[in-house]
């Protein structure tokens, strides 16, 4: 049984940074998919970035610059460092695990971005 759990987050002012992290257990498979994903209020849930097995990233252009996804394959954490962080980046960000043909999620930690 694969298990997704994340930490990390809370409340920061605007500018801020926060570093959220993931920990995947229970996989046979250490290369695979990692990504973070986000929902606000109101929408739908958005990908924030991805880093695939090999190594390459994919960012959200909406925080192309500000956040860095990484991870340790062999410690199976993924994690989120998050800078210069605005109000918009408000949401529950969930942890996402793509091994072969199944998707694992975690149960979600919110960042809130308010003075």
């Known amino acids: 049984q694969v298990h997704v759990v994340e930490s990390g987050g809370g409340l920061v002012q605007p500018g801020g940074s926060l570093r959220l992290s993931c920990t995947i257990s229970g996989s046979l498979y250490r290369h695979f998919t990692r990504a973070w994903y986000r929902q606000a209020p109101g929408k739908e849930r958005e990908l924030v970035a991805m880093?695939?097995?090999?190594?390459?990233?994919n960012y959200a252009d909406s925080v192309q610059g500000r956040f860095t996804i990484s991870k340790d394959a062999a410690k199976s954490t993924v994690d989120l460092q998050m800078n210069s962080l605005k109000p918009e980046d408000t949401a529950v960000y969930y942890c996402?695990?793509?091994?072969?043909?199944?998707?694992?999620w975690g149960q979600g930690i919110q960042v809130t971005v308010s003075s």
């Open positions: 996402n695990a793509q091994i072969l043909e199944n998707t694992y």
């Open positions: 880093i695939l097995y090999g190594g390459s990233t």
